[in-house]
């Protein structure tokens, strides 16, 4: 069975730094894509960042430049580097692989790890 776990999450002022990651148990088959979404209160849930087996990355605008995804194929890990955070960065944030081969396709998440900006 694949297990998502995230860590890293807290509160940090505003400007302040967090590192997110993400540990995959289980096996995984093909290639697939790892990322992050988030959701705050009220609010959909969105992409914030992707990166692909390749480590080809899409960020979502608001976040461009303070955000940085990275993955580490051998350990099946993958991070979020969040600099400059903003208020309006709050969210609980996911852990989410997609890929799939042949047929299989398949969609894990995390159970989500809270991030608060603020004073």
């Known amino acids: 069975q694949v297990q998502l776990v995230e860590s890293g999450g807290g509160l940090v002022q505003p400007g302040g730094s967090l590192r997110l990651s993400c540990a995959v148990s289980g096996s995984i088959f093909g290639n697939y894509a790892m990322g992050w979404y988030r959701q705050a209160p009220g609010k959909q849930r969105e992409l914030v960042a992707t990166?692909?087996?390749?480590?080809?990355?899409n960020y979502v605008n608001s976040v461009k430049g303070r955000f940085a995804i990275s993955r580490d194929n051998a350990k099946n890990t993958v991070a979020l580097q969040m600099n400059s955070l903003k208020a309006e960065d709050t969210a609980v944030y996911y852990c989410?692989?997609?890929?799939?081969?042949?047929?299989?396709?398949?969609?894990?998440w995390g159970r989500g790890t809270q991030v608060t900006v603020s004073f």
């Open positions: 989410n692989i997609k890929g799939g081969l042949g047929l299989y396709q398949y969609d894990y």
């Open positions: 990166i692909t087996n390749g480590g080809r990355t």
